[in-house]
C-alpha cells in the first residue's frame, strides 16, 4: 500500500519529517518498507531557469537552425543553437544549463552539456513543454509571460509537486489502515504517545445539499445479506474531462494513472477515506432502477476490460431494470460506465459482505483496489458520509448539481463491538504493568470507547471498522503496539515449562527415519499438494470420483488435491533427470486427499524413489544399476529402525508396479513398493527404471505404539555358520528354505542368509544352485562340533523331503 506524505498531511498538520514518520508507522505495526520521492515534474526542473533572448540570427551552416544569444542572469549571455520555429529576440524562455539532467517521457535520463552544432557553439538548451515534463507539445519552444525575472528558477514560476510516498506492507488483518484517514488515525495515536497532541482533520462536507429532485433512481436490494448497506446519489449536469493537476498529482504519487475526472474523483476518495465508490452512467441505467441481487450460473457479463465472463449464481450483482451492470465490490460492466458523453451520473457507496466479495474476486480472477478492502472489511458506517464528499468533490471539479436525495438501504446496522479486557490478563500477556490512564489513554486515541473501569479492568466499544479488534487479545495487541514493543523491558528470569510428549510422537519418528535416509544417501523433497485431475488416468487404483477440486484454482495443472504421492514424486525424478542427475534417492512426507461417499478423507505416507546407479561413477570397479533388492533392503531397515521386525511379505499385482511386494502385519499394509511400470514413466519422459515405496505412515504410527523394546544383554559365546549348495528346482523360493529352516531349529538358528544363486551351464534343465549360510549360537555356552552337525543334519534331511534338495 502507497501512501502520501502530502496527503497524509492533510489529516495530521505534522511537522515530523518523513523519516521520522517512517519510523514510527513502523513501530505502530504500519511497516514502511520503503520510503519514495515523488516529483510531478522528474527532475523538479533543477538546473533550468528562465532566459531572455536578447538576439536571433540564422545559423550560418543550417537552414533550419537559428543562433540565439539569451540572458540568464549570469556575467555574460549564453550562446545556444536552436531548432524550435518560434524562438525569437525579446521573448523570456526557459533554459536548461549546461549539466542539467532532463527525462524522456519513458523516464530515461539525459545531460546538457556543452557542444558544437554545425561548427558554432551552443551552451545549453531553450526548451519546449515535453522536454521539461510539463505536457506533451512539442511545436516549440515554450514562451513564458514577460513579467518574470531573468535568472528566476523555472521549479518557483511552475507548481511542482515534491512529495514523499511510504509503501507499507500492510497486514491482512488491518484493513482500517488501508487508507490515508486510517493511517492518519494510527499516526495520530502514536504521536499522542509521544505526548503530541494533533487534531484528526477530516474533509467537511457540510456544504453538501440537494439542488433539486429531477433525476431519481430506485434502489431495491434483493439479497440485504450480501449487500447490508447500501447508499447512492444522482449528480446531473456535469461535464468529464481531465482531472486538475493537483487532483493527478495526487493520485500519480500512489502508482495511479488518472484517467478523467469522475473516475479520478472515485478513486481519490478510495485512497483517502477506505470507501469503494463507483459511478454509473445515469442514461445507461435502464428504468431509473438499481437492483442488487444475485442471477442465474451461466449469465454472461462483459467486464470493463472487454472479457465476456459466466457469472455463478453466488456472485452478487449491480444490476439495472433489464441487465446486469457490475460485480459488486469487485468490477464494473462494460456497457455502463462512465464516457467521454456522460452528463449525469448514479455515485454508489456500499458496504458489501467481504467473505462474498472474497469469493467472487476469486471465482473471476480479479483483484482490483475496491474488492482488496471490501473483501478485508471496510468502515460500514462511512457509506454516506464518503458519498457527500465524493459528490462534493465530483461537482468542484466537472460541475453539475445534486438532483436526488441520498437513497441508504441500511436495515440492520452492524453493531460495534463489546469486549471485556482484565488488567492481570494485558500485564500477563505484554509481560510487565502499563499504568492503567496509559492504557486508557491509548485505546481512546484509537477511537475505542472506554464505557466503565473497575479495579480489575475495562469495559468498551470498539468501533464496528475494526473488525480485527473482537476478543480481549486483540485489545491488548493495540495496547502494546501503540505503547511500543521497544518500551517493553527484557526480563532477567527466563521461564520455561517441561514437555511431556510421547516419544511416539509422529514429528519424533519422522526425524528418526529421515536421518536414517539421509545416511543412506537419501535426499529429501517437498511438492505440491496440489495436482493436475489428468492423473487419476494413469491408474485404476484412482477415481476421478474421488478427486477433491479447488473452488478457485489457479490453473488446471493445480485444480485438485492429490490422491497419490507418486506422480508428484515423479514429476521430481524427471526434472532432476533432465538437468544431467539420474541418480537419484529421493523421499518425501506427505498427505494424500480423497472424497468417499461425500466424506472428505486425508492420509498420511511416505514416498520413496529409487533410481540409477548405486554409487556414482568410479576408476575401481564398474557401476551397478539400483535394483528391487536394493529397495527391499531399505524398507527393511526402515521397518526394522521402528521396531517392525514380524511383518509378512507377499506379492502385490497393480497397474503401477510390474513387480512388487506388500509388507503387512496381520491385516495391516505396512509398505507396498516395487518396479514402476513403464507407461507411466513413459508419460514423465522417464526412460530408466525407478522403484517406488509407498509407506501407510498412518498404519505404522499406530503399530509402533505397540512396540515394547527389550534390552538383553550380548551374548558372550560365540556363532559358528555353516553353509549348503543347495540344488533346488526353479520353483522353489529363498523364504521357503527360510521357514522351514526356522521351524526345524528355533532355538540355535540365529540368521540365514542367501549369498549366492546359480542358473545355467552345467546344472540339469529346471534347475538351479542356492548358496546358503546358517549361522547358530547358543547364548549360554559354546557349541560343540556334535550339536553342529545334528543340527546341520536335520536341516539336511528337511530340505531333501520338503524341497527334494540336494546337496553339490
Not at 433512481?217 to 481531465?242: F, H, M, W
Not at 468501533?463 to 505503547?483: F, K, M, T, W
Not at 505412515?697 to 559365546?717: A, C, N, R
Not at 529352516?741 to 544352485?769: C, H, I, R, T, W
Amino acid at each position: 500500500m502507497r501512501i502520501s506524505y502530502n496527503w497524509l498531511k492533510q489529516f495530521l498538520k505534522t511537522d515530523w519529517t518523513p523519516e521520522q514518520t517512517s519510523e514510527l508507522l513502523t513501530d505502530l505495526g504500519l511497516e514502511v518498507e520503503g520510503l519514495d520521492k515523488y516529483q510531478s515534474v522528474k527532475g523538479g526542473l533543477e538546473g533550468v531557469v528562465v532566459g531572455e533572448v536578447l538576439t536571433c540570427i540564422k545559423h550560418p551552416n543550417a537552414d533550419k537552425l537559428k543562433l540565439t544569444t539569451v540572458n540568464v542572469g549570469g556575467d555574460a549571455p549564453l550562446q545556444i543553437v536552436c531548432g524550435a520555429p518560434n524562438v525569437a529576440a525579446g521573448q523570456k524562455v526557459p533554459v536548461a544549463t549546461i549539466g542539467t539532467t532532463l527525462y524522456t517521457e519513458e523516464g530515461e535520463a539525459w545531460t546538457i552539456k556543452k557542444g558544437k552544432i554545425r561548427g558554432e557553439e551552443s551552451h545549453g538548451m531553450i526548451c519546449a513543454e515535453d522536454e521539461l515534463g510539463l505536457g506533451k507539445s512539442h511545436d516549440g519552444i515554450l514562451v513564458l509571460d514577460g513579467d518574470v525575472k531573468v535568472g528566476t528558477l523555472a521549479s518557483d514560476i511552475f507548481d511542482i509537486e515534491n512529495d514523499h510516498v511510504f509503501e507499507i506492507g500492510l497486514t491482512p488483518n488491518r484493513a482500517d489502515a488501508m487508507s490515508h484517514l486510517g493511517t492518519a488515525r494510527d499516526l495520530r495515536a502514536g504521536l499522542i504517545q509521544k505526548d503530541i497532541n494533533l487534531e484528526l482533520i477530516t474533509p467537511s462536507v457540510s456544504a453538501f445539499n440537494v439542488a433539486n429532485r429531477t433525476l431519481k433512481i430506485d434502489v431495491d436490494v434483493l439479497n440485504k445479506d450480501l449487500a447490508p448497506r447500501y447508499c447512492g446519489v444522482t449528480i446531473s449536469g456535469l461535464k468529464v474531462q481531465e482531472s486538475p493537476q493537483w487532483l493527478q498529482n495526487r493520485l500519480k504519487a500512489i502508482g495511479l494513472s488518472p484517467i478523467n475526472n469522475i473516475v479520478d474523483a472515485t478513486n481519490y476518495v478510495l485512497h483517502d477515506l477506505g470507501q469503494p465508490l463507483h459511478a454509473f452512467d445515469a442514461v445507461k441505467v435502464s428504468g431509473n432502477k438499481i437492483e442488487v441481487k444475485t442471477l442465474k450460473t451461466g449469465t454472461k457479463f462483459t467486464t470493463l476490460d472487454g472479457i465476456e465472463r459466466e457469472l455463478h449464481e453466488d456472485d452478487l450483482m449491480i444490476c439495472d431494470a433489464e441487465k446486469p451492470m457490475c460485480i459488486a465490490g469487485v468490477f464494473g460492466g462494460i456497457d455502463s460506465g462512465v464516457t467521454a458523453q456522460t452528463t449525469s451520473i448514479f455515485l454508489e457507496s456500499a458496504y458489501f459482505n467481504p467473505v462474498s466479495v472474497r469469493k467472487s474476486a476469486k471465482r473471476h480472477g480479479l483483484n482490483t483496489d475496491a474488492s482488496f478492502r471490501f473483501e478485508r472489511g471496510i468502515d460500514p458506517n462511512i457509506c454516506e458520509y464518503a458519498l457527500k464528499r465524493a459528490a462534493l468533490l465530483i461537482q468542484e471539479i466537472a460541475g453539475g448539481e445534486i438532483t436526488s436525495d441520498i437513497i441508504d438501504v441500511y436495515p440492520n446496522k452492524i453493531k460495534d463491538f463489546e469486549v471485556r479486557l482484565s488488567f492481570e490478563n494485558a500485564e500477563k500477556l505484554i509481560g510487565e504493568e502499563i499504568p492503567k490512564e496509559t492504557i486508557k489513554r491509548i485505546l481512546t486515541s484509537l477511537d475505542i470507547k472506554v464505557n466503565n473501569v473497575t479495579e480489575t479492568g475495562l469495559g468498551m466499544t470498539v468501533p464496528a471498522y475494526r473488525n480485527d479488534v473482537q476478543r480481549e487479545a486483540d485489545v491488548i495487541e493495540e495496547i502494546l503496539r501503540v505503547y511500543g514493543y521497544n518500551n517493553i523491558k527484557t526480563t532477567t528470569k527466563l521461564n520455561a515449562s517441561i514437555s511431556t510428549t510421547s516419544r511416539f510422537e509422529d514429528y519424533k519418528i519422522q526425524n528418526i527415519v529421515g536421518d536414517q535416509l539421509v545416511s543412506q544417501g537419501f535426499y529429501e523433497i517437498l511438492s505440491n499438494s496440489l495436482t493436475t485431475p489428468n492423473y487419476v488416468s494413469l491408474s485404476e487404483q484412482l477415481k476421478e470420483e474421488h478427486n477433491i477440486t479447488m473452488l478457485n484454482p489457479l490453473s488446471n495443472d493445480l485444480s485438485v488435491l492429490r490422491q497419490s504421492l507418486l506422480f508428484s514424486g515423479l514429476e521430481a525424478v524427471s526434472f532432476n533427470i533432465n538437468r544431467k542427475r539420474s541418480d537419484l534417492k529421493l523421499f518425501e512426507f506427505g498427505k494424500t486427499y480423497h472424497n468417499y461417499n461425500d466424506k472428505r478423507e486425508e492420509f498420511k505416507h511416505l514416498s520413496v524413489f529409487i533410481t540409477g546407479n548405486k554409487t556414482s561413477e568410479n576408476w575401481v570397479g564398474t557401476n551397478k544399476t539400483s535394483d528391487f533388492f536394493l529397495m527391499k533392503g531399505i524398507i527393511n531397515s526402515v521397518l526394522e529402525r521402528l521396531g517392525i521386525t514380524r511383518h509378512k511379505e507377499h506379492p502385490i499385482t497393480n497397474d503401477l508396479f510390474s513387480e512388487g511386494l506388500s509388507f503387512a502385519l496381520g491385516k495391516n499394509t505396512l509398505v507396498d513398493f516395487g518396479l514402476v511400470k513403464k507407461p507411466i514413466l513413459k508419460h514423465f519422459d522417464i526412460a530408466q527404471e525407478v522403484m517406488y515405496a509407498n509407506f501407510k505412515w498412518d498404519t505404522i504410527l499406530e503399530v509402533i505404539k505397540h512396540h515394547k523394546i527389550k534390552f538383553q544383554s550380548i551374548p558372550k559365546y560365540p556363532e559358528v555358520r555353516r553353509d549348503f549348495a543347495l540344488l533346488l528346482d526353479d520353483n522353489v523360493t529363498f523364504e521357503s528354505i527360510y521357514k522351514l529352516a526356522k521351524q526345524s531349529e528355533k532355538q540355535l538358528l540365529k540368521q540365514v542368509n542367501l549369498f549366492d544363486v546359480y542358473q545355467g551351464k552345467n546344472l540339469p534343465k529346471g534347475k538351479k544352485s542356492y548358496a546358503v549360510s546358517f549361522t547358530l549360537q547358543d547364548e549360554n555356552k559354546t557349541l560343540t562340533d556334535k550339536q553342529i552337525d545334528k543340527i546341520m543334519n536335520k536341516l539336511q534331511t528337511t530340505f531333501e523331503k520338503q524341497l527334494g534338495a540336494e546337496l553339490r
